[in-house]
């Protein structure tokens, strides 16, 4: 079958079978932000809007040595923590947006990260986004994380046309059983970061290329392809 072919024919890749597929390639797939509670995962993910992950995870040791905790981070001086959180950009709003929403577990959860979504989204600069990659990850609680490579890759498999996340996170729930979800999103991330790039995929080197109806829009020559893919270790 032809590029053009599939571009124009093939219908939306069966989401089961590509999870299968996702599972057997990226089978470390994971939340690639460090944390051990509920509290670091909450506080790494709002971190990690506009920046990396491996910046976020270079600067959240310091940040937990200095405030460990929600009361600490909530008295935290502004200059102090701004000067941690320099690294990532956007420190002085980001130092702003996490003393408020320590504050706001202090006072509303008695310093504790609720496991409910609505009231993760109540909380200051907290979106569904985070409030599902937080559910998932620190409760196991299943929920979709609609992020720059999840929305990406639904468009490119045929799953949706939207580019609201609310919207494309619904569309994925109806394709896949509930108890995928969490692990669906890690897998996409990664996939997103190492092989679907936005600008130029490696089709060639990628494990869904008999399914995708998005074969073709990057490189398709499998040698060519292959040196697009980034390693796991250069993080995104």
Known sequence: MSTDERLDGRGPAPATEVDDLLAAQWPDARCELDFTSPFELLVATVLSAQTTDVRVNAVTPELFRRWPGPTDLAGAGQAELEEVLHPLGFFRAKATSLRGLAAALVADHGGRVPADLDAL???????????????????????????????????????????????????IAALVPEERWTMLCHRLIFHGRRVCHARTPACGACVLAELCPSYGAGVTDPEAAQELVRRPDRGA
Request: overall charge positive; aromatic content about 4%; proline content about 4%.
């Open 121 to 171: 989204v109540r909380l200051p600069g907290v979106g569904r986004k985070t409030a599902n990659v937080v559910l998932g990850n620190a409760f196991d609680v299943p929920g979709i994380t609609v992020d720059t490579h999840v929305g990406r890759l639904a468009r490119r498999l045929g799953w949706s046309t939207s580019k609201d996340a609310v919207k494309v996170e619904r569309e």
